[in-house]
């Protein structure tokens, strides 16, 4: 079966600028968590998504949102993009929700702000 | 500050040797642990994982062992080959309703032909 699709794969952005990624899990799958990696901080949660409610969130200022639709599939925004926000966001899919079930990963967006 | 660039454990095998990663976790109420691949340009890939109610987990020659008391787990790959060439990191994700990973820094494995 297919599986994780991010996209888009790249991007570059200005500073100030919004961004929108979108993940489109495994299907049957209705979790679906977004992280973000660098080298500085390495891979690190955003927030989890099942059934379109928000589970849980990370650290992160309130510039980072999602959402999830009725067909599991999810967008991530940044808002006033910043420098440091260039960095790999991937998505993760699973069944029930990393930590009760196996999450598989998508290849990621890559997002670069100049 | 200015932000640095993590410093990754390394290790390098010859091939058909056997390797073995570490990671340390720091949550006692981690209770799900699993071990992921990433490979240049790629998403993590899943390999192997272990729920708190076990010490050892064999996949196809991987092997995964958990020690509760010291909060270590360690992956060990059998003859190690240069597709295993790549970033391993562990993650962990505490009991009760968390549904995020944890994941460690990562430990890059070099295997060398």
């Known amino acids: 079966k297919a599986g994780v699709t991010q996209t888009p794969r790249y991007l570059i952005k200005t500073r100030g600028q919004q961004v929108t990624l979108s993940c489109s899990p495994i299907s049957g799958h209705r979790s679906v968590s977004w992280y973000q990696q660098t080298p500085g901080q390495g891979l690190q949660f955003l927030f989890e998504y099942f059934s379109e409610t928000q589970r849980n969130k990370g650290n992160f200022p309130g510039r980072f949102s999602g959402r999830q639709f009725s067909n599991s599939r999810s967008e991530m925004n940044v808002s006033t993009l910043e420098l440091g926000d260039s960095a790999l966001y991937l998505c993760a899919s699973s069944f029930g929700g990393s930590g009760y079930t196996e999450a598989f990963f998508g290849q990621g967006t890559r997002l670069t702000v100049v | 500050g200015e932000s640095v660039g993590l410093h990754l454990p390394t290790l390098s095998v010859q091939e058909g040797d056997n390797s073995i990663i570490n990671c340390a976790y720091s949550n006692s109420a981690s209770d799900y642990f699993i071990w992921y691949k990433q490979e240049s340009g790629k998403g993590p890939q899943f390999i192997i994982d272990i729920r708190s109610n076990m010490d050892k987990r064999q996949g196809q020659r991987v092997t995964v062992l958990l020690n509760k008391t010291v909060k270590h787990l360690s992956l060990q790959i059998a003859a190690t080959q240069p597709g295993d060439s790549a970033v391993y990191f562990c993650?962990?994700?505490?009991?009760?309703?968390?549904?995020?990973?944890?994941f460690g820094k990562g430990t890059l494995l070099t295997v060398n032909p």
């Open positions: 993650a962990e994700t505490g009991g009760g309703s968390n549904y995020k990973l944890t």
